[in-house]
C-alpha cells in the first residue's frame, strides 16, 4: 500500500510539472502565432513531410505527424494507464471504480448534450468539451499544495482513466475518414501476431513496439484515427513478469553471497564476481512488468516532449474575435459544456447515483470538493484542441474553437481553485 502511494504521489508531481510546462509552452505558441513570426510559425507546422515503405507511402504536414504519430506514443501510454488500473488500480474493483466511472459519465454526457443542444445542424463537436486535460488539472491541484485533500488527487486520476477512456471511444468511433475496409485484415492479422506474443508470455518489449508501427500504418490506412494504434497496443502488453519476486529475491541472494565469497584483495572485480552482478541484471529484467517498465518509460517523453510539442504546435492562435461571433453557437456549445456540463455533470451523477443507492461516496470526500473536481473537470485544454482538429477542418472554425477552450478552461480552473480555497467548514458532509 506504501509502495503504491509513493507510485501515485510521483505520478501526480510529474503531471503537475507537465501542466506547468504544457502552460509555457501554450503561451510561447500564441504568443509567436500573433507575432512578426507568426507566419513563419504557419509555415512549419504546414511543411509537408513523407515516408516510403516499399510501395506504400505516408505523407502528412508536421503537425499531423505530431497529432498523429508522436499522440500515438501518447495513446499508449493512456492506454497502459487504463490498463494498469483496471488491473490492480481504482478501477480494479466494482466497488472502487463506481464512483469514478458515474463521475465521468457524467462529465462527459452532460457537455455533450449541451453542445448537441446548441448546435442540432453541426453536432460533429460535441467531443471537444467531453474531454479533461489531467496535466493541467493535477498541476493546479500541486500548486495548492496542503490545501487539497490527498483523497482529491487520486479522485481526480482515477476519473481522468475514465474519461480518456471514453475520449478514445469517441475518437476511434465517430472522428474518422474515408474506412478503406481492404486494410482491416492487414491490421487483424498484425494485432492476432501481438496478441500471440502476450499469451506465449513474451516479456520483451521491442517486438511488441516493432509490430506496433505495423499497426499503426495499417489503422492509418484504413482511415481511423492512427492514434487508436497505441491504445490497442496498450491492452495487449503483458503486466505479468518473467519471474515473481519471491524467486527474484532467492535468486539475487545467492549471487550476492557468491559476490561477497569471491572478494580479494585485487582492486577490480573478477570473472566470478562479474558473472553474479550479470545474474542480477538477468533477472532484474526478468522481474519487472512488462506494462509499468514501458508505462514509465513513456511518461517522461509524452509529459515532457511530447504533450509539450503538440501544445506547442496546436495552440497558436490568431487573436481574432471576429471567428467567434461568426461560429458563436459552436464557441458557446464549447465553452458552456466545459464550464457548466462538467461539474453538472460529475457532480449531479454522483449525487443522483448516491442518493438512489446505486454508489456510494467515498468517506474522505465530501460533495463540496467533488464539485470543485467538477469544476477542474472543465479544463478541456490539450484534449479539447486535439478533439477540435479531428471535429473541423476550417481554420476559422478551429481558431474560434480554441480561443473558447482557452477562456473556458481558464474560468473553470479558476472557479476550482477558489472552491478549494475558501471551502474552510464547508467541507464537512
Known amino acids: ?143 495548492l499544495g496542503k490545501r487539497v485533500n490527498p483523497a482529491l488527487k487520486l479522485f481526480l486520476v482515477a476519473l481522468a482513466v475514465v474519461d480518456d477512456l471514453g475520449a478514445v471511444l469517441v475518437v476511434a468511433t465517430v472522428y474518422t475518414s474515408e474506412i ?14 501481438i496478441w500471440a506474443l502476450n499469451i506465449k508470455g513474451v516479456t520483451k518489449l521491442l517486438p511488441y513496439l516493432i509490430l506496433g508501427i505495423a499497426l499503426w500504418i495499417y489503422i492509418h490506412s484504413i482511415g481511423i484515427h492512427a492514434t487508436i494504434a497505441g491504445v490497442l497496443l496498450a491492452f495487449a502488453i503483458p503486466i505479468k513478469s518473467k519471474i ?18 569471491h572478494i580479494d584483495t585485487i582492486p577490480i572485480l573478477n570473472h566470478h564476481q562479474i558473472d553474479s552482478l550479470e545474474n542480477i541484471a538477468y533477472n532484474y529484467d526478468k522481474v519487472q512488468n512488462p506494462l509499468i ?19 506547442f504546435s496546436n495552440a497558436g492562435v490568431l487573436i481574432d474575435f471576429s471567428g467567434i461571433n461568426t461560429n458563436l ?48 473537470g472543465g479544463i478541456g485544454f490539450t484534449m479539447s484542441i486535439f478533439i477540435t482538429h479531428l471535429a473541423f477542418l476550417d481554420e476559422s472554425i478551429i481558431s474560434a474553437v480554441k480561443l473558447g477552450v482557452f477562456a473556458a478552461s481558464f474560468i473553470a480552473a479558476i472557479i476550482g481553485v477558489l472552491l478549494i480555497v475558501l471551502k474552510k467548514d464547508l467541507t464537512n458532509n
Open 1 to 143: 500500500m506504501i509502495q503504491k502511494l509513493i507510485t501515485l504521489e510521483k505520478f501526480i508531481n510529474k503531471e503537475a510539472l507537465s501542466g506547468i510546462l504544457l502552460f509555457l509552452a501554450t503561451v510561447a505558441a500564441v504568443v509567436v502565432a500573433n507575432s512578426s513570426l507568426g507566419q513563419a510559425y504557419y509555415d512549419l507546422w504546414h511543411l509537408p513531410l513523407g515516408i516510403n515503405i516499399g510501395e506504400n507511402s505516408i505523407s502528412m504536414t508536421l503537425t499531423y505527424w505530431i497529432d498523429d504519430a508522436l499522440m500515438a506514443l501518447f495513446f499508449l501510454m493512456v492506454g497502459l494507464e487504463i490498463k494498469r488500473e483496471m488491473l490492480v488500480g481504482e478501477l480494479s474493483s466494482v466497488s472502487k471504480a463506481l464512483f469514478p466511472i458515474v463521475a465521468a459519465l457524467g462529465g462527459m454526457i452532460i457537455p455533450a448534450l449541451i453542445y448537441v443542444g446548441l448546435n442540432t445542424n453541426n453536432p460533429l463537436g460535441f467531443g471537444i468539451p467531453m474531454a479533461t486535460d489531467i496535466a493541467f488539472a493535477l498541476g493546479i491541484l500541486m500548486l
Open 180 to 193: 478503406h475496409t481492404e486494410y482491416f485484415l492487414h491490421a487483424g492479422v498484425i494485432y492476432a501476431l
Open 244 to 261: 515473481d519476486e519471491h524467486n527474484f529475491i532467492s535468486e539475487s541472494k545467492k549471487d550476492i553471497d557468491n559476490f561477497e565469497k
Open 293 to 311: 517498465r514501458l508505462e514509465h518509460n513513456l511518461h517522461g517523453l509524452s509529459a515532457f516532449f511530447i504533450m509539450p510539442l503538440f501544445a
Open 329 to 376: 453557437m459552436i464557441v458557446l456549445g464549447v465553452v458552456l459544456g466545459l464550464i457548466i456540463g462538467k461539474p453538472i455533470g460529475i457532480f449531479g451523477f454522483t449525487y443522483l447515483a448516491t442518493k438512489l443507492k446505486i454508489i456510494k461516496k467515498p468517506e474522505n470526500i465530501s460533495w463540496y470538493e467533488i464539485l470543485a473536481v467538477g469544476f477542474l
